[in-house]
């Protein structure tokens, strides 16, 4: 069984950054990606980043390309979700999440994090 677990989230101003991190543990997929994904307050969860674990291809939301970068600690078996220039449009639940293939749907993820909150004021 897959375990997830995020930390990081917070309060923060726009314009400021924030460090997700998202640490995995039990017995995983043999070359799994690990998603990102987050809950904006009464919206759907939506796809942010993903990065594959082995070769570390990575994907992004249009809306986060070139603010936010996510990457991966293999020796750690932890993802991180690096935020920059961080708008009130951010605040939301920010999920872990990890599946056997990339994918921008969150049903194709089969192991999920219990959440971190994000809010950014304006």
């Known amino acids: 069984q897959v375990q997830l677990v995020e930390s990081g989230g917070g309060l923060v101003q726009a314009g400021g950054s924030l460090r997700l991190s998202c640490a995995a543990s039990?017995?995983?997929?043999?070359?799994?990606?690990m998603g990102w994904f987050r809950r904006p307050p009464g919206k759907d969860r939506e796809f942010v980043a993903a990065?594959?674990?082995?070769?570390?291809?990575?994907y992004y939301a249009d809306s986060v390309k070139g603010r936010f970068t996510i990457s991966r600690d293999v020796a750690k078996n932890t993802v991180f979700l690096q935020m920059n220039s961080l708008k009130p449009e951010d605040t939301a639940v920010y999920y872990c999440?990890?599946?056997?293939?990339?994918?921008?749907?969150?049903?194709?993820?089969?192991?999920w994090g219990q959440g971190t909150q994000v809010t950014v004021s304006s």
């Open positions: 999440a990890q599946g056997p293939r990339f994918s921008y749907t969150p049903a194709s993820y089969d192991y």
């Open positions: 039990g017995r995983t997929f043999s070359s799994p990606t």
């Open positions: 990065i594959r674990w082995s070769g570390g291809s990575t």
